[in-house]
């Protein structure tokens, strides 16, 4: 609620000139006729004080109250805001309430304040509200993930020839799939499809070579890599060329040749895993391991 301002200052002086009429009125007595002729045009003056005093207080009052509504307003479209699904719309409604808060003129006081901070707790909610849709967001990428490369194994262990109709299903399914990154999307497909060559030797594992020229090593160092940079160990017999990549990075990372585990590395890496076919069970149970992780957060 608005409380109504009392102008002291304009009380004051009307109560004093008061006084005074009456002190001189006593002092110079007048007759009646002239009396009240002065009186009333004394009292006509003051009442035009007091009556453009309630005119500016109502006034006053009515530009805060629009103040106060429009605050108002705006506090309640960036409560709506929390409900939206889209990340770019959220962003957009907050941008214009802060734009159209800095806009609006101050209500002040108390009142101000609890407005600032009913304004301050709605946009808390918003920036959650937008963490969520990220984390989501985030979180739905791996499902896809791991939706696509379950497929390409469905695929991958079909017996030759396959049909026309478990052609056509596989494609159909292959293409409900949602939430993959393109970036990720294009090698998963060569994958699917079978575009390239496969990589896998006679019994589908994974080589622990790792040298650069044979593309299973590439794959074997990614795995290694990712259990490294995730804190996950990894099986026995790839100890040896852990220790190696481990040394290696170190002595990158000493000489300043490269920055160790960039986002871009990891996730570089992780699609490289997944887009190798025909991986063996360990190596998919490790790439399922290393996907868990990763789900979590951040390396190590």
Not at 43 to 68: G, H, M, W, Y
Not at 258 to 285: C, F, G, H, K, M
């Amino acid at each position: 609620l608005i409380r109504p301002q009392v102008n002291w200052r304009l009380f004051a002086f009307a109560t004093a000139t008061g006084a005074r009429w009456q002190a001189v009125a006593k002092a110079v007595p007048l007759p009646r006729v002239d009396e009240n002729a002065l009186w009333a045009a004394f009292k006509t003056a003051i009442d035009a004080l007091f009556t453009a005093r309630d005119a500016a207080r109502v006034a006053n009052e009515a530009s805060t109250r629009s103040q106060l509504k429009a605050r108002e307003e705006i506090i309640e479209s960036l409560v709506a805001v929390s409900a939206l699904d889209s990340a770019s719309d959220i962003k957009r409604a907050v941008a214009d309430t802060e734009t159209a808060w800095r806009a609006c003129a101050d209500v002040g006081g108390a009142l101000q304040a609890k407005l600032d901070t009913r304004y301050r707790v709605a946009r808390e909610e918003a920036t959650k509200r937008l963490g969520e849709i990220a984390q989501r967001a985030s979180q739905a990428r791996f499902d896809a993930l791991i939706a696509a490369m379950a497929l390409c194994h469905e695929r991958e262990i079909l017996n030759a020839p396959i049909s026309a109709e478990q052609i056509a299903d596989l494609d159909m399914r292959w293409n409900a799939i949602e939430n993959l990154p393109e970036a990720w999307k294009t090698p998963l497909a060569a994958r699917f499809r079978e575009t390239g060559a496969s990589h896998a030797d006679s019994s589908g594992a994974l080589l622990a070579s790792t040298s650069s020229k044979h593309p299973d090593a590439n794959v074997a160092d990614a795995l290694l890599n990712l259990e490294i940079a995730y804190g996950i160990d990894s099986p026995s017999e790839f100890l040896v060329a852990r220790q190696q990549l481990k040394i290696r990075a170190l002595k990158s990372a000493m000489e300043g040749r490269q920055t160790v585990n960039t986002p871009t590395d990891l996730e570089r890496w992780l699609i490289e895993a997944a887009a190798y076919p025909r991986p063996n069970e360990l190596s998919r149970e490790r790439l399922a391991k290393i996907i868990a992780a990763v789900r979590l957060g951040r390396p190590n």
